[in-house]
């Protein structure tokens, strides 16, 4: 059975008719941590595409119960502390299988403030050797010289104390200059190991 939109085939047999645009996802680049403070791209984020993605693997922090957040900027500037404005809430759920729940998580979110965004949130953590954080950030149209950039993640991390948290923030970078550069760091302590690898989505 196939699908056709104003004389134009969709779908023919489940498959995507070969005349249709498809978009596609570019590597740019990866990063590995190694006991490191900070992790910056600051190549390859321009009007190439309109949406990036950085994908976040296994990033685990040196020392327990920190978070990962991340911070951009304009041009060659490093102050990495752009306004932002931003929500946030959470679902969790502990091993013990005696608390969870979901809920917003005041005081991780931003109203045009400058602080670090956090990538995990509603808890912390853990540096225990199985523990970890993984997600994903997507930054919408960051070199777009009309409109504030738009963001959007969501994380998965094992919390200090054992909880299961499921992260998610989302919000705008309140800026219409072209951003070109990202920082990710804990906001306390270094990374210890784990990798961000960067997209751009055609």
Known sequence: ???????????????????????????????????????????????????????????????DNQQFAFQVDVGTATSYAQTVTSSSYRAYHIEGDNDDGVSYVTGEDQGDGNAFIRLTGGGTVGNDADQSANGFLHLFDPSNATFVKHFICRSS???????????????????TTALTRVRFKMLSGNIDTGTITLYGIA
Request: hydrophobic share 40%; charged share 10%.
């Open 157 to 175: 991390a094992s919390h200090a104390s054992d909880y299961a948290i499921d992260f998610y923030q989302a919000g705008y970078i309140n800026t």
């Open 1 to 63: 059975m196939g699908l056709i939109s104003n004389g134009t085939t969709i779908f023919d047999a489940g498959a995507i008719d070969s005349g249709i645009a498809k978009g596609a996802m570019t590597f740019i680049s990866k990063a590995t941590a190694s006991s490191s403070a900070t992790i910056d791209f600051t190549s390859g984020i321009d009007s190439t595409y309109k949406e990036y993605v950085f994908i976040f693997n296994s990033i685990h922090p040196a020392t």
